[in-house]
């Protein structure tokens, strides 16, 4: 969640608020609204989030835990040819590698609020579970092998954590 770019000089032009108390949109909304850049349901209470690097010389994300214990990372991507790729193995394994529970895959990550802007790399390292009829339909959908597509998810892994 993001704040507009204009919202600081509004501040400074009215430090008390009171202008913003009179501003309000419609139906009483409120009249600065903070834009929504990714939506995730991570599935548990997250305890800590920190901005670091996992790797000397990597680059930095975002590493989280949870209540539980588990500990999560979320990984910007550099490039459109990335995401672009990992976006259609994402969506390719949602249809072939459907999960044990029978609970479809998107209804859960969109349990609170539809997921933007986020690619499960959870789901995505699947793909070298799978069998290999199915690894071999899903690499052709991607105009690639299975083996490409398995270097590139060991690429993504190596890029930012071990």
Request: glycine fraction near 6%.
């Amino acid at each position: 969640v993001r704040l507009p770019p204009n919202t600081n000089d509004e501040v400074d032009e009215d430090p008390t608020g009171n202008k913003a108390l009179w501003d309000r949109g419609l139906l009483n909304g409120a009249s600065q609204k903070a834009e929504v850049i990714m939506n995730y349901h991570v599935g548990e209470t997250v305890l800590s989030l920190q901005k670091t690097t996992l790797i000397p010389g990597g680059s930095e994300s975002l590493v989280y835990t949870t209540l539980s214990g588990g500990i999560g990372i979320l990984v910007p991507f550099t490039s459109h040819e990335d995401h672009d790729f990992f976006q259609h193995v994402e969506m390719h394994l949602r249809s072939e590698h459907p999960p044990l529970c029978g609970r479809d895959h998107l209804s859960f990550r969109s349990y609170y609020f539809p997921v933007k802007n986020v690619i499960d790399g959870d789901l995505c390292e699947q793909f070298n579970s799978m069998e290999p009829n199915k690894q071999k339909n899903v690499s052709e959908e991607l105009d690639r092998t299975p083996p490409e597509v398995s270097k590139k998810l060991e690429d993504i892994r190596t890029r930012y954590a071990f």
